[in-house]
């Protein structure tokens, strides 16, 4: 478990966190694990319910302030986003069941060392993939054509029939089980935010939802083309709440997450 400090002498430090209890962790968590183990998932808990136009899923925001905390915690080895489905959540206006992630960090123990952190769903784009090549030699990134072309994945399945549940649910199922999240290694998560050679001191950090298309090996008959929900992270330089498409920015750097929850529960 992880250590209870007293903030209450100092409230306003904790103004730009957007931490849950444990108990609101493993409900939202739950409740991802419930809609999308069944096969009527709504479509509607990626969508923005104030938006006339049924805008769809883009991204999932965290704040500078989040990553500096995670950053800094004693012992960290790990970094863990969960899906999750919140109910309601006043700090982001959410008023109804809504697709979110929550991050958190662990350490080589596999002991959670930080608060569960939730992120702010956005469903305008921040960010324009550059055509620029990405930094070589160091971390797990991507190119950005790849990288364009996972998110143009997702951005179809909103656009093409966001009405199928059932279709919606099956990107989520692999050999091990429904999706529950990804796993960071610290130093991966590390490198996506600050790439090397980079100018920029403070980021944001947005994660982006994707589709991995892919052909299968299918033991009992033909190899199949599949689809699979995935995500890819991004630092940015800091957003505010009211300009978040004014403040679109071009970024070259993408980090594929790639060890899924199944079966990798603890990162090794």
Not at 128 to 145: A, E, H, T, W, Y
Not at 202 to 216: G, N
């Amino acid at each position: 478990m992880m250590n209870n400090h007293d903030y209450s002498s100092n409230p306003a430090s904790l103004e730009n966190f957007y931490i849950i209890s444990e108990l609101q962790f493993l409900e939202y968590t739950f409740e991802w694990t419930k809609q999308v183990s069944s096969t009527k998932m709504p479509c509607k808990i990626f969508a923005d319910k104030d938006s006339s136009t049924e805008k769809m899923l883009v991204q999932v925001h965290f704040n500078d302030a989040t990553i500096q905390s995670l950053l800094s915690c004693i012992g960290v080895k790990h970094i863990h986003a969960r899906f999750a489905i919140a109910n309601k959540y006043q700090p982001y206006k959410i008023k109804s069941p809504t697709f979110t992630i929550v991050i958190y960090a662990t350490d080589q123990l596999g002991q959670r060392c930080s608060a569960y952190h939730l992120g702010r769903p956005q469903y305008d784009d921040t960010i324009v993939v550059s055509g620029d090549k990405p930094f070589q030699g160091v971390g797990n990134f991507i190119s950005s054509r790849l990288a364009q072309e996972w998110i143009d994945g997702w951005k179809m399945v909103c656009d093409g029939n966001p009405k199928a549940p059932g279709c919606l649910s099956e990107l989520f199922l692999t050999n091990y089980g429904y999706l529950t999240g990804y796993n960071y290694l610290m130093s991966d998560f590390m490198y996506s935010l600050f790439p090397p050679g980079t100018q920029k001191e403070c980021y944001d950090l947005v994660i982006l939802p994707v589709i991995h298309k892919h052909v299968s090996n299918n033991l009992i008959g033909q190899p199949t083309l599949s689809r699979t929900f995935g995500l890819v992270l991004a630092g940015v330089q800091l957003l505010t709440d009211d300009s978040a498409v004014d403040n679109a920015e071009e970024v070259k750097t993408f980090y594929d997450l790639s060890l899924p929850t199944p079966p990798n529960h603890i990162s090794l």
